[in-house]
């Protein structure tokens, strides 16, 4: 069973940076893809980045590329996003899934609480 927590958000100013965290306290987390989308205010939930179960294969949205980094440690159960450069439109909840594939389309079974992430201009 998976069980998902993802932690890290908070409030920044433009330009700061963050490192969300994901930790799965069931026992399979090495078997998942595991993901982050997140959803600003009146906006639809949307594709942030993805990694496969070792870590080798990594995926990202075009407006987080060579600012957000997708990582796992498998020891750990633990998957992380490091977000450097924030801006205000990253501004949103972000949540942690867990699913069979790695992808942006790829479904994705197991579900964070989400965390918020605020960045002031």
């Given at each position: ?8 958000g ?30 600003a ?68 079974d ?9 960045v002031?201009?």
């Amino acid at each position: 069973q998976v069980r998902l927590v993802d932690s890290g958000g908070g409030l920044v100013q433009a330009g700061d940076s963050l490192r969300l965290s994901c930790v799965d306290s069931g026992h399979t987390f090495s078997s998942y893809a595991m993901a982050w989308f997140r959803q600003a205010p009146g906006k639809e939930r949307e594709f942030v980045a993805s990694i496969n179960w070792s870590g080798k294969l990594t995926y990202y949205a075009d407006s987080v590329k060579a600012r957000f980094t997708i990582s796992r440690d498998n020891a750990k159960n633990t998957m992380y996003l490091q977000m450097n450069s924030l801006q205000p439109d990253d501004t949103a909840v972000y949540y942690c899934a867990a699913g069979a594939v790695a992808g942006r389309n790829s479904r994705y079974d197991y579900w964070g609480q989400g965390t918020q992430v605020s960045v002031s201009s």
